[in-house]
């Protein structure tokens, strides 16, 4: 036999006995795979023979699967990420993950791979078996045997660009029991408030802050420094205006996607500036508060931003009052125990 017809002969027989196995194997990780690349990522038939294959050490694409699985390129900044998520065969998500880079798409779509097979398969060397719903056909279910759910598992994103054995790992519960799965990871976001005190301060009162917002799940915690003021008024022929200054902290948990429902402390000063000179008394008191505070968002912006609105009842813990001396006669300016209602609102971004 020719040498030639020899190598055509072991290659036809090497794919047919693949197609062959890939039919006789049911009870492996398949799934369907829907992809939407960025312009110049690589094409979808690449990345389920070439990468995919590769990191199973298997064809795991087929049309016919049950499960689903979808990668989404998207950019964020300078650079892409991919945003992937596993469907079974009923729409429920049992993983999703979202890939970041500081590098190409190539090198993106090596880490979704791998990514990829880390946690959807490699069951041997768990010493797990595979999911149900990963599997290519649904099984023969015994009767009165429940079904098995697989065990929670952490997933792995790796970040470039370090050599694939020495990247950090992130990593992130997911619960891939069920349709209530979801991915917790931490954040960080920065921001900025515009406020208004319609009540509490002897006129309303405008200002600002500034607040740093450390995120996870559904769990927030806020440290905030704000200036409020009042326009200049009168009150009992004298010229002032009020001025605050305060440090807030707030611990939220978010009751909708888009509802906060917080506890707030603060602690700053309160005082008086005046347009005439007087004789000062007590023109600046200590301020604490306390009180509850709820937040709304209105949009987020590619999950790196988001504009919000919020309100706030602050209730002082002490009453504070202010005297001047006019005319040599101690004269009190202004007392209140009232709570501070606060109106603002907010913009945030998460730093790449």
């Known amino acids: ?51 995919l294959s590769g990191e199973f050490g298997q064809d795991v694409v087929f049309d016919d699967a049950r499960a689903l699985v979808q990668v989404t390129v998207k950019r964020t900044g300078r650079r892409p990420e991919a945003h992937v998520s596993a469907f079974d065969e009923k729409g429920a998500e049992h993983w999703q993950a979202v890939i970041p880079t500081t590098a190409d798409c190539r090198e993106l779509m090596q880490d979704v791979a791998y990514s990829i097979a880390t946690n959807l398969g490699k069951w041997d060397l768990k010493k797990q078996p595979v999911p149900e719903w990963l599997l290519r056909w649904a099984p023969h ?25 020495l990247r950090r790992p992130v990593l992130a519960q997911v ?49 905030e420094f704000r200036g409020i003021t009042t326009p200049t008024g009168n009150v009992r022929g004298l010229p002032f205006r009020t001025v ?55 949009v987020e912006f590619a999950r790196v931003g988001r504009f919000g609105l919020f309100g706030e009842a602050m209730v002082p813990l002490s009453q504070h009052r202010f005297r001047v001396n006019v005319a040599g006669q101690p004269t009190t300016v202004g ?13 945030s971004f998460k730093p790449m």
Do not use: K
Request: charged content about 15%; proline content about 9%; aromatic content about 8%.
């Open 175 to 223: 619960l891939a029991s069920g349709p209530e799965a979801s991915v917790q990871h931490a954040r960080l976001e920065f921001g900025a408030s515009g406020l208004v005190v319609p009540y509490g301060v002897p006129a309303i009162g405008l200002g600002g802050g500034v607040f740093v917002t450390g995120r996870w799940g559904a769990l927030s915690a806020s440290a």
């Open 1 to 51: 036999m020719r040498p030639g017809v020899a190598i055509l002969a072991a290659a036809i027989f090497a794919i047919s006995a693949r197609a062959l196995a890939a039919e006789q194997e049911p009870n492996r990780v398949a799934f369907r795979l829907d992809y939407t690349p960025r312009p110049g990522c690589i094409d979808r038939e690449t990345f389920a023979t070439t990468w």
């Open 335 to 347: 007392e209140t125990n009232a709570p501070f209602l606060t109106l603002g609102a907010y913009g």
């Open 244 to 298: 605050i200054l305060a440090g807030l902290a707030d611990v939220c948990i978010q009751a909708r996607e888009w509802l906060g429902l917080c506890g707030a402390v603060g602690a700053g000063r309160i005082g008086l500036e005046f347009n005439q000179p007087f004789a000062l008394n007590d023109s600046a008191a200590a301020l604490l508060m306390v009180g509850p505070r709820i937040t709304v968002r209105v």
């Open 141 to 165: 279910a015994a009767v009165g045997t429940p079904a098995p759910s697989p065990p929670p598992r952490a997933f792995v994103a790796m970040l470039p660009p370090a050599p694939r054995l």
